[in-house]
């Protein structure tokens, strides 16, 4: 089985500007969440989407938003990006319905805001 | 609210010798922990899942011990190699399908 795939791998943004990220989940996962990982604040949940509806959500502003597709693809877009943004970007799945509900992770998408 | 904190932050040994990292965690209903590898600039790799109920688990030269009533979560790495190197991250789940809370990571360099 492929892992799950993140696109892109890196992007540059400047201040105020928007972004969307891409992960694709292992194949018969349903379960995408999404995590921002900076040196500061270490690994943060940001919200979790299962069957294309959220089910958890994390303490980030509004700016903030997924979104998943009837293939489970899910997509994450941060609105008017400021400095603090700048971070790893990193996607996993999951088997919600497995007992372990052991979590998988893409390799990232490092974003850098200028 | 679950708070997860690994100390030390970074450790450094020499080729060979055993590695215990250290977990703690302040909330003791957890469904499961999992300790898991990053390498620099790269995603997680899942190394171990330990269940609420279980008291640990082993992998080849892992093992992952839990113990909710202290609240604590040890990684053993026998025999560490330079290959080992990387930070190491632990990180508990308050229930099925609720979100994973990380500790902040141990940073491990074998020297060979």
């Known amino acids: 089985k492929a892992g799950v795939t993140q696109t892109p791998r890196y992007l540059i943004k400047t201040r105020g500007q928007q972004v969307t990220l891409s992960c694709s989940p292992i194949s018969g996962h349903r379960s995408v969440s999404w995590y921002q990982q900076t040196p500061g604040q270490g690994l943060q949940f940001l919200f979790e989407y299962f069957s294309e509806t959220q089910r958890n959500k994390g303490n980030f502003p509004g700016r903030f938003s997924g979104r998943q597709f009837s293939n489970s693809r899910s997509e994450m877009n941060v609105s008017t990006l400021e400095l603090g943004d700048s971070a790893l970007y990193l996607c996993?799945?999951?088997?919600?319905?497995?007992?372990?509900?052991?979590?998988?992770f893409g390799s990232g998408t490092q974003l850098s805001v200028l | 609210k679950q708070e997860v904190t690994q100390i030390p932050a970074a450790l450094s040994v020499p080729e060979g010798e055993n590695l215990v990292l250290n977990c703690s965690f302040t909330?003791?209903?957890?469904?499961?922990l999992q300790w898991f590898r990053q390498d620099p600039g790269k995603g997680l790799t899942s190394l171990l899942l330990?269940?609420?109920?279980?008291r640990e688990q082993t992998s080849g030269r892992l093992n992952a011990s839990l113990d909710k009533s202290s609240g604590r979560s040890t990684l053993y790495i026998a025999a560490s190699q330079p290959g080992d190197s990387a930070t190491y991250l632990c990180?508990?789940?308050?229930?099925?399908?609720?979100?994973?809370?990380f500790g902040g990571g141990t940073r491990v360099l074998v020297k060979p």
């Open positions: 990180a508990a789940s308050r229930a099925a399908g609720n979100k994973l809370t």
């Open positions: 330990i269940q609420s109920s279980q």
């Open positions: 909330d003791s209903a957890i469904y499961n």
């Open positions: 996993a799945s999951k088997d919600r319905g497995a007992i372990e509900e052991k979590l998988f």
